[in-house]
T-cell receptor
Framework: GENVEQHPSTLSVQEGDSAVIKCTYSDSASNYFPWYKQELGKGPQLIIDIRSNVGEKKDQRIAVTLNKTAKHFSLHITETQPEDSAVYFCAASWYNNNDMRFGAGTRLTVKP | NAGVTQTPKFQVLKTGQSMTLQCAQDMNHNSMYWYRQDPGMGLRLIYYSASEGTTDKGEVPNGYNVSRLNKREFSLRLESAAPSQTSVYFC???????????????FGPGTRLLVL
C-alpha cells in the first residue's frame, strides 16, 4: 500500500519568513495530493490540493509543487503569520480509491 | 450547514467496555470515513463507506465495526475496548468517486477516547 513520509516534524520560523514542508510517497499510481491544516482541538481542514496532471498550484500565500518522477510534493507558505501556526498534514491517494494515506504531520510555529 | 458533527466529544472507558461513536454530515456527501489519530503517526483510516449501503476496511480495522445507517450517518463501534484504542477519532465525508472523483474530505471536530 501507499506510504507517505513527511519532513520536518517540527518547524519554527519568524513572522514574514517562508516555510516549506516536504512529503514523499511510494505508490506511483497516486494522483491526488491534499494538504490539511489542523489547529489545536479541531479536525483537519483542507487548505490546498493538487492533482497529478499539474506541477504547481497557488492560492494567495500558499503553494504546492509536485514532482511525479521523484514522487515528492511540497507545501510552501510565504509571508508567514502567527495564525499559520498549526499542524500540517500531507496525504496521497489514487483515483477510485478511498484509502487516503497521511503523513505524520509537521508542527509549524510562527514567532511574532 | 453544520458540516460534519461527532458525538461524544470526550469519553472514558474501562477495558472491555463497548461504545459507539456517532457521526453525521449534512452536505449530501456519498462517502464517509473513520480515522484515528495518534501522536507522531498522522491519521490512519479505520473504515470507510464509499456510498450508502457499503463499507470497507481501511488500514487499521481490527477491533472496530461500522454501520452506514443512511446517507447522513456513519457510526463506529468498539465492541470490547482496549488501552491500545486510546486515541482521537475523526469522522470525515466527501463527494467520493461516484461524483467524478472528488476526493476532498471534510473532517469533524473529533472524539477523544481514553481506555483505562
Amino acid at each position: 500500500g501507499e506510504n507517505v513520509e513527511q519532513h520536518p516534524s517540527t518547524l519554527s520560523v519568524q513572522e514574514g519568513d517562508s516555510a516549506v514542508i516536504k512529503c514523499t510517497y511510494s505508490d506511483s499510481a497516486s494522483n491526488y495530493f491534499p494538504w490539511y491544516k489542523q489547529e489545536l482541538g479541531k479536525g483537519p481542514q483542507l487548505i490546498i490540493d493538487i492533482r497529478s496532471n499539474v506541477g504547481e498550484k497557488k492560492d494567495q500565500r500558499i503553494a504546492v509543487t509536485l514532482n511525479k518522477t521523484a514522487k515528492h510534493f511540497s507545501l510552501h507558505i510565504t509571508e508567514t503569520q502567527p495564525e499559520d501556526s498549526a499542524v500540517y498534514f500531507c496525504a496521497a491517494s489514487w483515483y477510485n480509491n478511498n484509502d487516503m494515506r497521511f503523513g505524520a504531520g509537521t508542527r509549524l510555529t510562527v514567532k511574532p | 450547514n453544520a458540516g460534519v458533527t461527532q458525538t461524544p466529544k470526550f469519553q472514558v472507558l474501562k477495558t472491555g467496555q463497548s461504545m459507539t461513536l456517532q457521526c453525521a454530515q449534512d452536505m449530501n456527501h456519498n462517502s464517509m470515513y473513520w480515522y484515528r489519530q495518534d501522536p507522531g503517526m498522522g491519521l490512519r483510516l479505520i473504515y470507510y463507506s464509499a456510498s450508502e449501503g457499503t463499507t470497507d476496511k481501511g488500514e487499521v480495522p481490527n477491533g472496530y465495526n461500522v454501520s452506514r445507517l443512511n446517507k447522513r450517518e456513519f457510526s463506529l463501534r468498539l465492541e470490547s475496548a482496549a488501552p491500545s484504542q486510546t486515541s482521537v477519532y475523526f469522522c470525515a465525508s466527501s463527494d467520493g468517486v461516484t461524483s467524478g472523483g472528488l476526493e476532498t474530505q471534510y473532517f469533524g471536530p473529533g472524539t477523544r477516547l481514553l481506555v483505562l
